[in-house]
């Protein structure tokens, strides 16, 4: 297992060319974790590859996590859709359309807030971005005791796949941190 780097900066570009540096030293990378330090925010990027072999099949992911003070217990979830939703939208599961059509048929949006998720999907990049990946969850995650007046809250993006291409994790960075800095400006 790799050791986890910390980076620090103040801006996008100076922490992503610490993160590219490092992506580009190992192309070959099966296992990353970095806690990203930008202005007030703690960032975990996480990416885990396992081959599989013999009989097994392996797997990949790419994490992006950060905690957040949530005291109105604000959640959103959006993923991919699927047949079970299709089936679950028939039983009356209810999906919420933030007014952009190739959008809402292909993502699923669960959320308290609908205002406040249609000003965080108000960006074509984000909006296409999220669109374009497959097999993924970006959600708030509440902490397991319910209390969400301390940081224990998590802004969460995992996508089933392993991505190491430092241009497009940068573009899924881009996307996590400007969701995290609308939904808690001020961070930790």
Same mark, same amino acid.
């Given at each position: 297992?790799?050791?986890?780097?910390?980076?620090?900066?103040?801006?996008?570009?100076?922490?992503?060319?610490?993160?590219?540096?490092?992506?580009?030293?190992?192309?070959?990378?099966?296992?990353?974790?970095?806690?990203?330090?930008?202005?007030?925010?703690?960032?975990?990027?996480?990416?885990?590859?396992?081959?599989?072999?013999?009989?097994?099949?392996?797997?990949?992911?790419?994490?992006?996590?950060?905690?957040?003070?949530?005291?109105?217990?604000?959640?959103?979830?959006?993923?991919?859709?699927?047949?079970?939703?299709?089936?679950?939208?028939?039983?009356?599961?209810? =999906?919420? #359309?933030?007014?952009?059509?190739?959008?809402?048929?292909? *993502?699923?949006?669960?959320? @308290? /807030?609908?205002? &406040?998720? %249609?000003?965080?999907?108000?960006?074509?990049?984000?909006?296409?971005?999220?669109?374009?990946?497959?097999?993924?969850?970006?959600?708030?995650?509440?902490?397991?005791?319910? =209390?969400? #007046?301390?940081?224990?809250?998590?802004?969460?993006?995992? *996508?089933?796949?392993?991505? @190491? /291409?430092?241009? &497009?994790? %940068?573009?899924?960075?881009?996307?996590?941190?400007?969701?995290?800095?609308?939904?808690?400006?001020?961070?930790?």
């Amino acid at each position: 297992m790799q050791e986890e780097r910390h980076i620090y900066g103040q801006n996008e570009d100076e922490v992503w060319q610490q993160l590219a540096q490092d992506l580009n030293q190992n192309p070959d990378l099966l296992q990353y974790q970095a806690i990203i330090h930008q202005q007030n925010k703690e960032i975990t990027l996480d990416i885990d590859i396992d081959l599989g072999g013999g009989f097994e099949g392996g797997f990949a992911t790419t994490i992006f996590s950060a905690p957040f003070r949530n005291p109105d217990g604000f959640r959103f979830a959006l993923h991919e859709e699927s047949f079970f939703d299709d089936l679950g939208k028939f039983f009356g599961m209810q =999906d919420v #359309e933030i007014g952009y059509p190739e959008f809402d048929e292909r *993502i699923i949006v669960k959320t @308290t /807030d609908e205002s &406040r998720v %249609r000003t965080i999907l108000t960006d074509d990049t984000t909006r296409s971005t999220l669109a374009g990946l497959k097999d993924f969850t970006f959600e708030i995650v509440l902490p397991d005791d319910g =209390d969400t #007046e301390g940081s224990d809250s998590r802004l969460e993006l995992i *996508i089933e796949e392993g991505i @190491t /291409d430092p241009v &497009r994790l %940068r573009q899924l960075y881009h996307i996590f941190f400007g969701t995290l800095n609308l939904i808690d400006p001020f961070s930790l």
